[in-house]
């Protein structure tokens, strides 16, 4: 590896090793923008490489190895780290303990080579939380997986989109358990760490508007028992004592059309599905998601493993690519901040 290459060296996870995972990598590194933006090092398993391969066909040949130093990050090359959990022939479409144990496995390892400075930021294929839990790992996903290895007490997803960000105060709880978590402390603490993200990114001086929870942001309390008075308003406030431009809680209605069009660079949504909705009508394949205040940094695809098609060759890649490039987009800032 030349000690002049700048790009930095993503580590991309396999995710499930019966999911569309192992495709969507092998059909992304088959393309030649990507080793034009970075060193892709994909963390899974050869063997399942090779396999995929023979589906999609891309005829790119696989380099298994221990350690990144014998990575070529060439293209017509996926260097991978391989850790050898998956056997051949093993299942595509099926839901498997033993996949969800590598899908544990591949983030661990990539986690701890960025730790180790072998790697500059990680890109995550999909995984099955069903599987995950399968194999003894009881997280919601990987964004709370990723806190856990991190040790990262509190974090946060952000969603971006081609026209649309959204970070999400909540994310894997029930509505009413969600509504029950909202409070002002958290709601500031997301939206700080929204802002720092989008200040690191190159937006100095970022826009935010922060959803209601209640239809119409309660509109003056005729929604609701009052939690917008009670749980927002209070760190809107505390942010713009800041100088920050924040504006909210306004209604959710709009204020995603509003942030579309160009009137905010992010909306802090206050519940899952709320700020999901939104950035996946916008189209799965463009969707990327950031886990926002780990000590790494961590992308990701915003779809799922699709079981239903996994093996049949017909996965799209462009939601990892994207993903690729918002990994791209911010290791470099946090190289240069570190030296």
């Known amino acids: 590896?030349?000690?002049?290459?700048?790009?930095?060296?993503?580590?991309?996870?396999?995710?499930?090793?019966?999911?569309?995972?192992?495709?969507?990598?092998?059909?992304?590194?088959?393309?030649?923008?990507?080793?034009?933006?970075?060193?892709?090092?994909?963390?899974?398993?050869?063997?399942?490489?090779?396999?995929?391969?023979?589906?999609?066909?891309?005829?790119?040949?696989?380099?298994?190895?221990?350690?990144?130093?014998?990575?070529?990050?060439?293209?017509?090359?996926?260097?991978?780290?391989?850790?050898?959990?998956?056997?051949?022939?093993?299942?595509f479409g099926q839901l498997s303990p033993l996949s969800g144990e590598g899908a544990y496995r591949y983030i661990e390892r990539a986690t701890r080579l960025v730790e180790a400075g072998e790697a500059d930021a990680i890109c995550t294929a999909p995984l099955s939380k069903e599987a995950l839990h399968a194999a003894g790992h009881k997280y919601p996903g990987h964004t709370e997986l990723l806190a856990h290895l991190t040790g990262t007490p509190e974090v946060s997803m952000m969603l971006v989109a081609p026209k649309l960000r959204v970070i999400h105060v909540t994310t894997h709880i029930g509505l009413m358990d969600a509504i029950r978590k909202i409070e002002p402390g958290l709601v500031e603490r997301v939206i700080a760490r929204g802002h720092a993200t989008l200040v690191k990114s190159g937006i100095a001086d970022p826009r935010i508007g922060v959803c209601g929870i209640n239809p119409h942001a309660g509109e003056n309390g005729l929604f609701g028992q009052g939690e917008e008075e009670e749980k927002i308003i209070p760190a809107v406030q505390k942010c713009q004592a800041r100088g920050w431009k924040v504006t909210g809680p306004l209604p959710a209605d709009t204020l995603f059309?509003?942030?579309?069009?160009?009137?905010?660079?992010?909306?802090?949504?206050?519940?899952?599905?709320?700020?999901?909705?939104?950035?996946?009508?916008?189209?799965?394949?463009?969707?990327?998601?950031?886990?926002?205040?780990?000590?790494?940094?961590?992308?990701?695809?915003?779809?799922?493993?699709?079981?239903?098609?996994?093996g049949k060759g017909i996965a799209d890649e462009g939601s990892l690519v994207e993903a690729l490039k918002q990994a791209v987009d911010l290791a470099p800032k946090r190289r240069m901040q570190a030296a």
């Open 1 to 91: 590896m030349s000690q002049s290459d700048t790009r930095p060296v993503v580590a991309i996870t396999m995710g499930d090793a019966s999911g569309i995972g192992p495709e969507i990598i092998m059909k992304a590194l088959a393309r030649e923008d990507v080793y034009g933006m970075c060193r892709p090092l994909v963390v899974g398993e050869a063997t399942r490489l090779r396999e995929a391969d023979a589906v999609v066909k891309t005829g790119l040949a696989v380099n298994a190895l221990q350690a990144p130093a014998g990575a070529r990050y060439q293209r017509g090359t996926a260097d991978v780290i391989d850790l050898g959990l998956i056997p051949a022939g093993h299942p």
């Open 257 to 310: 059309f509003r942030a579309a069009r160009g009137d905010f660079d992010l909306v802090v949504a206050m519940y899952h599905d709320q700020g999901h909705g939104p950035v996946k009508v916008m189209g799965l394949e463009a969707g990327v998601n950031i886990t926002v205040g780990l000590p790494v940094i961590r992308t990701s695809v915003d779809h799922g493993t699709a079981f239903d098609i996994a």
